[in-house]
């Protein structure tokens, strides 16, 4: 687990989370909050699980997943601002970070992809 906890892209996502549930812990919308902190707490936990499993190939797919609930958490914030349930300079730097942790995941998943490749180059 000491790989995963020095991870930046984890650690930002698990600081996003955080933020999101404060932002949030007055909202009145109680189907959207609930939406939008579950979209935010999806990030840093597949990332967790996938960091858990014992290949390549499933970290990839939980860093998917991951991805996925970035875009999802993205276009939450988005929708939240214009129906003013977030005020607009917080939702922009919450969005700002959605898309930087998307661009950091990309990364991850194109590495272990390469090094799935690798290893399956090795054992031929």
């Keep these: 687990m000491d790989a995963l906890e020095n991870l930046d892209v984890w650690k930002r996502a698990c600081r996003l989370s955080v933020d999101l549930f404060k932002a949030f812990s007055n909202c009145r919308e109680f189907g959207y909050k609930d939406q939008i902190t579950r979209s935010a707490l999806s990030i840093p936990s597949n990332i967790a699980e996938g960091y858990e499993r014992d ?28 129906a003013g349930f977030i005020q607009a300079e917080t939702g922009k730097r919450l969005e700002q970070e959605a898309k930087e942790l998307s661009c950091m995941i990309w990364g991850l998943i194109r590495h272990f992809e390469e090094k799935q490749g690798d290893l399956a180059t090795r054992s031929s």
């Design 55 to 82: 290949s390549f190939k499933y970290r990839v797919q939980f860093l998917k997943i991951a991805k996925g609930s970035c875009g999802e958490l993205w276009t939450q914030l988005i929708i939240g601002r214009a």
